[in-house]
């Protein structure tokens, strides 16, 4: 098995609730490993961005913090893995979201596609804090909150999905960046050089 995950490069899902620094750890493990990372979240908004149809289909429902659906997820993920740079392995990072996107995914990758999923957890109020930062927008907030909401009623439950399926790798994510990276790395048995 290792030697398949080595011929294929590891393929590795990103967990966790917003502002947990899982983008970040992700961006940082991808650039240690020279894999590319995959961001649906950041797809979804360079899309808006270039006022595609993508983005107009997915605009409205970003803005309130919700899910896009699992369907138009599907189309984006499938097309993105398709690509030559994801063959020595890759980075997810916000998908899969749902159950049913993790089938999904089972899918496209085959059923041991993915080799480790890194849940990056935290305390709420420690998310919460880190979302607003020192302002206080109202409605900003409520975003905050519905984003949290969301993670704990549809994302949650991939948590135990792949706990059952023993890919699951918890880490602390209520510490320095420097600290959670390297807490990430020893659990995968990255070694630096130089
Ligand atoms: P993120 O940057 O990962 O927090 O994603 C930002 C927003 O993009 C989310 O709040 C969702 O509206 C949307 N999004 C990103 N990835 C997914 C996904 N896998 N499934 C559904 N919606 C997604």
Redesign the pocket.
């Known amino acids: 098995m290792v030697a398949e995950a080595e011929a294929r490069g590891l393929r590795i899902v990103f967990l966790g609730p917003?502002n947990s620094g899982k983008?970040t750890q992700a961006a940082l493990l991808a650039e240690a490993l020279g894999v590319p990372a995959i961001?649906?979240?950041?797809?979804?908004?360079a899309a808006v961005a270039a006022g595609s149809a993508l983005g107009a289909r997915?605009k409205d429902?970003?803005a309130?913090?919700?899910?896009?659906?699992?369907e138009l997820?599907a189309e984006v993920?499938r097309q993105r893995l398709s690509q030559d740079d994801v063959a020595g392995g890759c980075i997810l990072?916000?998908?899969?979201?749902?159950v049913a996107?993790a089938r999904t995914l089972e899918e496209i990758l085959g059923p041991r596609g993915i080799d480790h999923v890194i849940l990056v957890e935290a305390p709420e109020e420690v998310l919460i804090a880190r979302a607003l930062g020192r302002g206080r927008e109202d409605d900003r907030e409520e975003v905050v909150r519905e984003?949290l909401r969301?993670y704990r009623d549809k994302t949650a439950p991939l948590e135990a999905y792949y706990e059952d399926r023993g890919l699951l790798r918890r880490i602390d994510g209520a510490r320095s960046i420097d600290e959670v990276q390297a807490a990430i790395e020893s659990v995968l048995g990255v070694r630096r050089v130089g």
């Open positions: 917003p983008g961001s649906t979240g950041e797809m979804l908004r997915v429902v970003m309130r913090g919700e899910l896009v659906s699992d997820m993920v990072d916000g998908y899969p979201r749902t996107q984003r969301v």
